[in-house]
């Protein structure tokens, strides 16, 4: 007897388990609805998706970049800064906190993130091309038109509008 309620246990336990939606499932669906542009919608599914899984640095990661989209750069910021926690080699996660920071103009603060992004990647161009454009907001033109050049002669081609605007 003792054994049937076991296994009965066992077989009830197992069909929550399987019914009960997991974190990836969450994610999942936060990445369609932000492919569709339903930054909103894909906020809730990747919030619903750190919550069953709190070390999940693609969905905090995510979360931060539709709240980027939004145009909400001061809840960005935690939500890229956890994904650095989790996963420190995250460049793309410091990147885009430092292109947050400097959407809030917040210049000194993005700097250091951009130059954690190309310490991790020194080839992201894009890194190069935003940590020069932060050096020039704070009048560091020699320097800031140093990255620009960087961020060229590695194939950003933006950054070539950029040093004929800020550096001639």
């Keep these: ?6 296994i009965v246990f066992f077989a009830f336990i197992m069909a929550c388990t399987e019914s009960t939606p997991k974190g990836h499932e969450f994610y999942d669906q ?5 492919k569709l542009q339903d930054y909103e919608g894909a906020i809730a599914d990747f919030t619903k998706a750190v919550e069953l899984n709190p070390k999940d640095e693609k969905s905090f990661y995510d979360r931060g970049v539709a709240k980027y989209k939004l145009q909400d750069y001061t809840g960005s910021i935690p939500d890229f800064t956890m994904a650095i926690e989790i996963n420190p080699k995250f ?3 410091y990147y885009n906190r430092g292109f947050a920071k400097s959407g809030l103009q917040d210049f000194m603060g993005a700097i250091p993130d951009f130059d954690n ?12 091309y935003f940590r020069g454009i932060a050096k020039i907001e704070l009048g560091q033109k020699v320097d ?4 620009l050049s960087k961020a060229g002669e590695q194939g950003y081609a933006e950054a070539y509008e950029a040093i004929k605007k800020y550096c001639q």
Excluded: R, T
């Design 1 to 6: 007897m003792k054994e049937l309620i076991g």
């Design 30 to 34: 936060g990445m369609v609805k932000y």
């Design 91 to 93: 460049a793309k996660a």
């Design 117 to 128: 992004a190309i310490e991790i990647n020194p080839k992201y161009e894009k890194a190069f």
């Design 144 to 147: 800031g038109c140093m990255d």
